[in-house]
């Protein structure tokens, strides 16, 4: 069974740019779960996404932005960036909200 | 809101010690995961567990929701168990939630 894929591993991105990272689920889980973790910290969640509709958010601003697609895959959008938007982002899916996550393994963003 | 919390912070051990991790939490959760983050950042599973007792391998969690409390038991501890343990809880108070402990920090040395 092929686990979560998340892609680009890395990125270089100035201030002001945009970018999109994009996660592909394990096969069978719909809920796809997106964190931020920046160095040497904890992860905060970001964004929740069930059967094709966003189910919560946590506290960040609206340029942070995402959807899932109808084969259950999604993107995080993140606008307008800043330095302190250079983190690790982790994608989790899950079969539903009850059952265990499972995560990639991240894509790097550092913003110049 | 919820606060979830992990002790102790920093753990250095040597090969072969044992040990028990800990992630309190304020609130009443639906489901409790632990998880091992490695030097690459890699986030593994290794529990998932709202309550009761698990084990596999050398590692063992306890979850007493009750109590508003889990346990992780590493035991025989090897230098690849290095890393940061992280447990996290679902939180069905309002809109549902995923809440990340603090962490622990786990060096084991040779």
């Known amino acids: 069974e092929a686990g979560v894929t998340q892609s680009p591993t890395h990125l270089i991105k100035t201030r002001g740019q945009q970018v999109t990272l994009r996660c592909s689920p394990i096969?069978?889980?719909?809920?796809v779960y997106w964190y931020q973790q920046a160095l040497g910290l904890g992860l905060q969640f970001l964004l929740w996404?069930?059967?094709?509709?966003?189910?919560n958010r946590g506290n960040f601003p609206p340029r942070f932005s995402g959807r899932q697609f109808p084969n259950y895959s999604s993107e995080l959008n993140v606008n307008a960036l800043e330095l302190e938007d250079s983190a690790l982002y982790l994608c989790a899916s899950s079969r539903n909200r009850d059952q265990p996550q499972h995560f990639g393994d991240g894509t790097r963003l550092s913003i110049l | 809101g919820i606060q979830v919390e992990q002790s102790p912070p920093d753990l250095i051990l040597q090969e072969g010690a044992n040990s028990t991790l800990r992630c309190n939490f304020s609130d009443s959760v639906n489901n409790l995961q632990w998880f091992h983050q490695n030097p690459w950042g890699q986030l593994i599973n290794l529990f998932y567990?709202?309550?009761g007792t698990k084990q596999n391998g050398r590692l063992s969690a306890t979850t007493v929701a009750t109590e508003r409390y889990s346990l992780l038991y590493i035991s025989s501890s090897q230098t690849t168990d290095s890393g940061v343990y992280f447990c996290a809880v679902g939180v069905p108070s309002g809109t549902y939630k995923y809440i990340f402990g603090t962490g622990t920090r786990l060096k084991v040395l040779a």
């Open positions: 567990i709202p309550s």
């Open positions: 996404y069930d059967e094709g509709e966003e189910r």
């Open positions: 096969s069978g889980h719909t809920s």
